[in-house]
């Protein structure tokens, strides 16, 4: 009895999850796919996808709609052949410093929009998202996958089809690693231009200084040389008139009274 409770109360709680797990999906075209001549009606496949947020390789067997050994290899070149990829969103970082979507559990080709059979489906994880914690994640999302039974019929279909529309191709895969390997260069240059800036404010400050306080030294050495100027000019000095001679020598100033009278007696 005891047993029974805990098996009861085991189907309760993953039922409970089943019905809170919402898968999203994610479509890939066909010329990503490598796929070999039919087995007994299967063709075994591998899509590869490692730019971000994507990291995986999954491999398995598919079985074209109707048995047709030919119909999948002539609608890859068509066009006509595309994959959908079902996940749980879990988000891990990779060695890389990108987060990449590792909570996969299932997925499925369609042939012009018709879903094929597959069987022997497997996941790997690839570099840079392979650590322990990404395969913890994973693990966990292929046993709630498990839980939801085919998601590719019915209940998904409008999700299925909105993923469809715009699947991943090469062109595209180039366009994100290209916008990831540019955004860190982008990164860089503008923090190198900022520092250019705040660089040249830093130099341009102190000559602005240094150019202020020579001007200022300057001036007061010219203000101090124009004191100096002036203290070392002499003051002007007035001329002494000189006294008029006359032409008698007797009147000669330099004589003395005594004698300028002998002057003027010896002159008579």
Known sequence: MKKLIVFICLVFVAV???QSLKPEFQAFSGALLKLKKADKGYHKFRLTVDVAPWAFQADGEVQAPGGDGDALIT???DGDVYAVLAYVPSASPGSDGKEYQVGLFDMMLFFEDEPTRIRNLRFKLLPPANDEWAMGILKDALESGSLLGNVWGGKYDKAITKA???PLDKAKLR??????EKKPEEEATITTRKRRVEA???EVAPKKKKKKKVEEEEAT???RKRRVEEEDEPAPTKKKKKKKVSGDPCDDPNLTVKERRRCQLKNK
């Open 16 to 18: 409970c999850s089943a």
């Open 221 to 223: 050495l010219n203000k």
């Open 164 to 166: 469809s529309a715009d």
């Open 175 to 180: 366009a994100l690693q290209k916008k990831g």
């Open 75 to 77: 609608g890859l070149f």
């Open 200 to 202: 040249s404010d830093e």
